[in-house]
Every structure is written in C-alpha cells, then in structure tokens.
C-alpha cells in the first residue's frame, strides 16, 4: 500500500467531519482564553477548568438525568473555579501565571478524589446512568451531497462552539463592554484614566474564560466521548494557549489555529487505522503546534520589523 | 554595574556607627525571617484547610487522615530514608526550575526533559556490560544531563531566533518526549520479560549505590544535595549567575547595561534541561533500575511547584523539596491506611502553589512587624 494510496483513503469527507468535531473543544477552551487574554490576563488555567468541566458535567447528568443538567452543573462548577482565581489574582495579589498553572493542579487532583468520592471509580466513570448528547440532523442541508455529510449530524455544542466565534467577535468589536475589555487588556492605566473599572472587566474576562471551558469540558465527557477519564483535555487547554498565541488573542484568526489541531487530531485517529504505532501518530497534534507556532512567530517578527523600516523610513 | 560597597569603618566613631548600623540590620534580617515563616505557615494552613475541606466532603476524618500521611512520610528510620531519597530526584528538578525561572525563562518542559533524561541514563545503563561501577554509573548520569539539555534545546533555540513562546513551546515538547519514549519501550527497546512496557534491567553496574540496608535511600540524594550549594555558589556567588539574576529581573534594562541577555537565556535552559536530566537519570539508577513508561508521577510538575514555593532560591529548594516528597510519600501511606484518595495530596500542592505568590498576606505582616521596629527601615 504506497502513501498516496493511504493519503486517498484518509481524505474523505469523513475526516473534515470529524475535524469539526475535534475543533470544538480546543475552540471553547480557545475562546476562554480570548476573553481573558483581551483583558490582559495570559490564562494558563485553561487545562483545568476543562478538567473541572467535564468532571461535573458527568457528575450534572447523572444526577439529573440530562445532559444539560450536565453542562448546568459544569457551568456553575467552572465559574465558582475562575472566581477563585480572579480574587485570588485581583484581589489577593498573586501572580496570573502561577496562579493558571495551581489551578491545572487543582482540577486535577480535585477531579480524581471527586471520582472515588463521589462516583466511586477509579481512574475512569462509565455508566447506563451517563446521558449524553444526541447529534443533530440539519433537514435543510441533510440530503445535500458533501454538505449534508460535513455539515448535519454534529452534536448542538459543535455548532455552538463555531456560533461562538461570531458573537466573541461581534461582542469585542461592536459592544461597549467589549471595546472596553479590550482597552483594559491594552493599556490598564489609560484605560482606567477614561473611567474604566478594569478589575470588573477583569472578573468578566476570566469568568467567560470559565463559561466557555464549561462548555468545552462538557462536550469532552457527554458528547465527543461518554465518560470521564483521569486527565481528561490530554493537553487540549495547552494548545489553546498555543491558538490563542498564533491568532493574537482575536476570535476569528485563533479559530483558524484550533481548525488545524482539529485537523491534525482528526489525521491522527485516521492513521491509527493503517498499523502504525499509536504513539508516533499520537504526536502529530503537537508537532503540527510547534510548526504552526513557529509560523506565526516569524511572521509577527516580520511584520515588527516592517513597521520598525516604515516609522524609520516616515522619520527620514 | 559596581556592586554595592560596603561601607569601611576607618575610626573608631565610625566604627560604633556600623556596629549599630548592622545590629539594625540583623534585627531586619530576623523581622524578614519571622515574616517569612508566619507567611509560609499561614499558606500551608490554607493549604491544609483545603485539603480537609475535600476529605470530609468524602465522609472521611481529616485529622485522621493528615496523621497517617505524617506517619508515612517520617515514622521511623526506613519511611524517613524513603522519603530522602524521593527528595533527591525533586531536588534536581527543583533547581532546574529554580535557576529557569530566576532568568524569566518559563521551561514548562521539565517533565518531558526528564524523561528523555532517564531513557537515556538507561539505555546506557543496560546497552554498555563490563564497565567498572565508577565509570558506568558517571556515563549514566552524564547521558540522562545531555539528553536533558539536547530536550531543551529546541525551545531555547526558537525563543532566541524567532521569539516563539517557551511557554506553549516547551509544554508541547512534554508530550512529545512521553509518547516518543512509550514508543521506544513500546517496540525497539521492549523487554518481553517486564510486566509493564519498559526497558531491559540497568546492570548492576550502572546501579547507584545504596546508602542504608532495606531502603532505597542511594548516593543520588547526597549528589541533589550538592549540586543545591553549587547551584546556589553559581547563581549569586559567579558572574554568569550575576547576569542570569538580572536579565531574569529585567531582560531590556540588563541589555542596555550589556550583558548578553540571549547567552544568559541559553545557558539557564541549557542548565535547567541538565539539572532534571540528571534527576531523571537518578531516579531510573537509583530507584527502578529499568525504564518504565509513566514511571514519573509529575517529578518535573513537582519540581517547578517546589522552586516557586522556595522563591526560586536554589538552597530553599532542599527544605521546600524534603516537604513535597513527604506529602508524596504520606499520601500514599494515608490512602492505604485510611482510604482517602492521594488525590487529596494534589489539592493542598495546587493550592500552596496558588497562595504562595499571594502579597496581601506579606504586606499585613511586613505592616504589623515593622510598626513594632520603626528604628529598622
């Protein structure tokens, strides 16, 4: 079997669909980070509110029997999280950094002791009890060759992780509270001088960064998959951060980057098919960040320097 | 940049002068002392407070608990001596963050430098027969230090030439370095013989010498020991060190003062890839004897924990490491004694870890002591 051959049974449409789907979750924990980067904060906790929301959304569904009742109890769980490290950041003055990786520490010890305490499993919850997703069809578009196939049959988070996208970006640029998010996330001090009060945009931003991971982690734990495992996110609030980096903390660029870790994810389970190792396939995710990074680096260097030649050349 | 001078007494007026001067100044030292030591007991109060919180939400007895985790991290000789010798591994990967993070250079990194660091500590642990104990045990300690340097080469390399973020650069690398390794022991390097996958068996002369009959206790902590004085001896004694500080303080201003401030962010990466490196290589020589994948439990995680909880100093490192190894070691011992999860353990870790950069605390305290002493300013 040559490579091409492979390469042509990999890329179907199958793959771009499933590229969606693994989008999603790098998307919301994406766009948590957005809202906090805009307000100037590097969240770097993302990890474990995507931990900590996908733990509760198992333990909402099971306890009310719904997968909503999931994402309620992931939502308030994730928001009690980011109010934590908000006071403890704003109002007690510690540092963000370390304060979003205590945070990944918590989620995931405080998950793992909630799942004996709580479900009495180790290392993994699987239940009858579990209510997941249901996927939707779109009848507009079902029957649509290609389309239909790419784009009816997601579950309802997948779509609203892309809708997200549009109202962040409507939300920042066409709102009062978003041009002033991201003037705090600017310049606090003249931000501060016009009348802002930046701290309460500060709250705002990291506790969207917690709704937002709420949703993520949910659809972690009741859609993508219908269970709870230790570590959960492997890595998917990182590579956020990494999206966040290369799309310059705007919605609809760092959207672009988490397309591509779908993308890659999505290779990755079609590759495993062929026999290679699972480990080497496994990597791809990460490789293709460090490229994606490097990209975007060299070309925010370019651009520096194009405008340090202009301002010289304007000077002269 | 001069350093500061101290002032020379030439008369005997002058003389009383510093006497006085320096008995003030011992008596700040020892109001910074107590401040320190009433802030770091409140945050692990905190810390403790959280941590029982979570246990009884489990319907469990904290203070039971919190007994049993004492009583397996120091009740008797051979717990105390398990406990040293989980300390030294998270000595290493706490000076490797300690002298990462003192020049702002964010290696998040460590896990995965270890592990490259203890693979190759151990495959020339069990490839190379017949070597003499001193000579193989050095050849794998220095191939788990390079191998931890060469891991954190490429995030240095692109943080200096094009400015990428170390941060997601090095986490990423994390993950690579685990599944590259699992691979390794998955195929080319399997022992079929190993319960879990993992490499053949170091020979026995690549083992490290024991310290005390029935523990693991080894040399490998003696070594951790050390290398904290020197570590300490290069960051504030060395001219490297010197620089290091403050392109870690302020990379612009050490710039502009002239000092190499992308040599210094080199060689703290290149060291601190080193340092954990090595502890990879010791615990693999010192505790397990093979490679085994997953064989850290956050070794690397840990270390970076323990060098913000000592303020990135390279010898508070050795209590702040002693500390997290008894919790470790406790932890394990509280789960089979009482039932309550070690999970627990990572709880009151993240949430010292999310107090211990708190201000409000130090500022109520520096307020408070300092009234009683206004003559020390």
């Given at each position: ?38 307000a ?33 109890f ?18 007690l ?5 370390i ?8 989620g ?5 002791f ?104 949910t ?62 396939v ?35 | ?6 002032p ?6 002058s ?13 700040s ?38 007994g ?11 717990k ?29 990194g ?10 190759a500590a ?65 195929f ?49 004694r ?32 290149m ?19 093979r490679?085994i ?53 990572t ?31």
């Amino acid at each position: 079997m040559g490579t091409l051959d492979i390469l042509g049974r990999i890329l179907t449409i199958s793959l771009f669909a499933t590229t969606l789907r693994m989008t999603t979750p790098v998307l919301f924990a994406t766009l948590g980070g957005v809202f906090s980067a805009q307000a100037g904060i590097f969240n770097v906790g993302l990890e474990g509110l995507l931990t900590i929301g996908a733990f509760f959304a198992v333990v909402g569904s099971v306890t009310t029997g719904s997968a909503w009742g999931g994402l309620a109890f992931a939502l308030v769980s994730c928001l009690i999280a980011s109010l934590g490290f908000a006071i403890i950041h704003l109002e007690l003055g510690a540092d963000e950094i370390i304060v979003g990786l205590a945070l990944n520490f918590i989620g995931y010890g405080l998950t793992n002791f909630l799942l004996i305490a709580m479900l009495d499993s180790t290392g993994f919850f699987q239940s009858p009890l579990l209510v997941g997703f249901e996927t939707i069809r779109i009848s507009l578009i079902d029957n649509l060759p290609v389309i239909g196939d790419l784009f009816s049959g997601h579950f309802s988070l997948v779509y609203l992780s892309f809708i997200s996208v549009a109202l962040a970006h409507w939300f920042l640029y066409n709102t009062p509270w978003g041009f002033h998010l991201r003037a705090v996330g600017e310049n606090e001090e003249a931000a501060v001088a016009v009348g802002i009060n930046a701290r309460l945009m500060k709250y705002f931003g990291l506790s969207m960064s917690g709704v937002m991971c709420a949703f993520g982690g949910t659809f972690l734990s009741l859609a993508y998959l219908n269970l709870f495992s230790e570590g959960m996110p492997a890595g998917r609030g990182w590579l956020a951060l990494a999206a966040i980096n290369f799309g310059e903390g705007k919605p609809v660029k760092s959207m672009v980057a988490a397309l591509i870790f779908g993308f890659t994810d999505a290779l990755a389970i079609g590759l495993q098919q062929f026999g290679l190792p699972s480990q080497i396939v496994l990597m791809l995710p990460y490789v293709t960040t460090l490229v994606v990074l490097v990209f975007s680096a060299i070309r925010q260097q370019r651009r520096a320097t194009a405008t340090l030649a202009a301002a010289a050349a304007a000077e002269a | 940049m001069t350093k500061r001078e101290e002032p020379k007494p030439s008369s005997n007026e002058s003389s009383t002068i510093t006497t006085r001067a320096s008995r003030s100044r011992l008596k700040s030292i020892l109001i910074e002392v107590a401040i320190q030591a009433a802030n770091y007991a409140l945050i692990l109060l905190v810390s403790l407070l959280a941590g029982g919180l979570v246990i009884l939400f489990a319907g469990k007895n904290p203070i039971e608990a919190y007994g049993a985790l004492f009583d397996g991290a120091l009740g008797g000789t051979l717990k105390i001596a398990d406990t040293l010798d989980r300390a030294s591994v998270l000595i290493l990967a706490g000076l490797a963050a300690a002298v990462a993070f003192r020049t702002s250079v964010w290696n998040l990194g460590l896990e995965g430098q270890l592990y490259m660091g203890a693979f190759a500590a151990a495959w020339v642990g069990f490839s190379f027969h017949g070597l003499p104990l001193a000579i193989h045990i050095t050849l794998v300690l220095l191939a788990g230090i390079v191998a931890g340097a060469l891991w954190a080469l490429p995030a240095i390399f692109l943080k200096i030439r094009w400015n990428v973020n170390e941060v997601v650069s090095t986490l990423m690398l994390n993950y690579i370095a685990i599944l590259f390794t699992a691979y390794l022991v998955a195929f080319p390097f399997k022992d079929p013989a190993a319960l879990f996958p993992g490499t053949p068996v170091l020979d026995a002369s690549a083992r490290l010498p024991r310290l005390i009959p029935g523990s693991v206790l080894n040399i490998g902590f003696i070594l951790a020991l050390v290398l904290a004085f020197v570590v300490n001896w290069f960051m504030f004694r060395s001219k490297q060190g010197y620089e290091l500080r403050m392109v870690g303080l302020n990379a612009r201003f050490a710039g502009y003062a002239g000092m190499p401030v992308k040599q210094s962010a080199f060689l703290a990466m290149m060291l601190s890839g080193a340092l954990v490196g090595l502890g990879g290589a010791v615990v693999i020589a010192g505790f397990f004897g093979r490679f085994i994948t997953s064989f850290s439990v956050g070794y690397g995680w840990d270390g970076m924990l323990i060098s913000l909880l000592a303020q990135n100093h390279p010898l508070g490192v050795i209590p702040a490491a002693l500390f997290y190894a008894g919790l470790s070691n406790g932890g394990m011992a509280m789960q089979s004694a009482t039932g309550v999860d070690q999970a627990v353990v990572t709880v009151v870790k993240g949430t010292l870890l999310a107090f211990v950069t708190v201000k409000v605390f130090i500022d109520f305290l520096n307020r408070r002591l300092r009234k009683w002493a206004p003559s020390t300013s």
